[in-house]
């Protein structure tokens, strides 16, 4: 089967860093990427990995490192606006079917 | 960017009736579009597979006569949720991949389905 584990709930400071850890079992493997979600919303896109290593947008890196099927998301200069939940996501298959994580919910407080 | 619309937004129904939800790709057509189900404070769950001129390929336990998927254009899939009850009553979220090749996907905003 599949499955991708990533913590529940991590609380942090206005402007502060915070990781946000994945691993992952799948049969397949073509890329890690990450998604926000606010509530009540559809999910955005936000990195994505294919290789291993450190990939940087903005205040979001994204890091992969497929030996130890393992990802994380560092979130830097964190605002309130980014009070969120966060999804993992696995795309296992050719046919670019993509698995979700069970999303870890971020509160930041001032 | 790429778009993905989904109308509607939010529907209330009754039990028993049937409720279709529409998934358009505005500036790019899509061969392949994705429905994915999402319950309160959980994950998404992929649904099936929509295909451009031929059957939606649904994930095990997904009752395809209950959720029927037509995939008529390069631009729309349509999810529809026959008889529905309330334990049908969740979030749908479309989804495509922007461009061919593409790795990740694009998501509608979804439809929030409430059942009565």
């Known amino acids: ?110 | 960017g790429a778009v993905v619309s989904q109308h509607p937004s939010r529907v209330i129904c009754k039990s028993g009736t049937s409720v279709k939800i529409e998934c358009r790709s505005l500036d790019f057509q899509a061969t392949t579009m994705f429905w994915y189900r999402q319950f309160p404070k959980q994950s998404l769950m992929l649904m099936a597979t929509s295909n451009e001129g031929s059957k939606a390929t649904y994930e095990q336990g997904v009752e395809k006569d209950k959720f029927l998927i037509n995939h008529a254009s390069l631009t729309l899939s349509t999810l529809t949720v026959t008889s529905a009850h309330p334990e049908d009553s969740s979030f749908y979220i479309c989804s495509a991949r922007p461009y061919s090749g593409a790795n990740v996907l694009t998501f509608g905003a979804g439809s929030r389905l409430t059942v009565l």
């Open chain 1, 1 to 110: 089967g599949q499955s991708l584990e990533q913590p529940s709930e991590v609380t942090a400071v206005e402007g502060a860093i915070v990781q946000i850890n994945c691993t992952y079992q799948t049969s397949g493997f073509y890329g890690l990427s990450w998604y926000q979600q606010h509530d009540g919303g559809a999910p955005t896109f936000l990195s994505y990995n294919a290789l291993d290593g450190l990939e940087e947008t903005g205040r979001f890196s994204s890091f992969l490192s497929r030996s130890d099927s393992y990802g994380y998301l560092l979130l830097q200069e964190l605002q309130m606006k980014d009070s969120a939940s966060y999804f993992c996501a696995v795309r296992y298959s050719s046919a670019s079917k993509i698995i979700f994580g069970s999303g870890t919910r971020l509160s930041i407080r001032p």
